[in-house]
Nanobody
Framework: QVQLVESGGGLVQAGGSLRLSCAASGRTFAVMGWFRQAPGKEREFVAA????????YYGDSVKGRFTISRDNAKSTVYLQMNSLKPEDTAVYYC????????????????WGQGTQVTVSS
């Protein structure tokens, strides 16, 4: 059974940084991504990366601040989050799919349990 396990969440002050990790057991997915959901809001696309790491996409709200990367040897994807803002507070989910790169959550078949990121002002 494929599992995605996120880690690295926590509490940070505005302007600070965090790095999230997502380890995939069982296989290497073609595309991996990050989504987030704040209380009372819909889940939002954050970033996605192709299998080779050569292509990546970001949500408008995180462009220039967040960087997605992957280490296929470790079956792990990372999300480096810099210049964090209180509005980045959310549960962050790792997701994976076998097809082409996408920012649509409906295209991702496998999901992690989520990790909480809280940014204080």
């Amino acid at each position: 059974q494929v599992q995605l396990v996120e880690s690295g969440g926590g509490l940070v002050q505005a302007g600070g940084s965090l790095r999230l990790s997502c380890a995939a057991s069982g296989r290497t997915f073609a595309v991996m991504g990050w989504f987030r959901q704040a209380p009372g809001k819909e889940r939002e696309f954050v970033a996605a990366i192709s299998r080779s790491g050569g292509s990546s996409y970001y949500g408008d709200s995180v462009k220039g601040r967040f960087t997605i990367s992957r280490d296929n040897a470790k079956s792990t994807v990372y999300l480096q989050m810099n210049s964090l803002k209180p509005e980045d507070t959310a549960v962050y989910y790792c997701a994976a799919r076998l097809g082409s790169i996408s920012y649509n959550e409906a295209d991702f078949a496998s999901w992690g349990q989520g990790t909480q990121v809280t940014v204080s002002s």
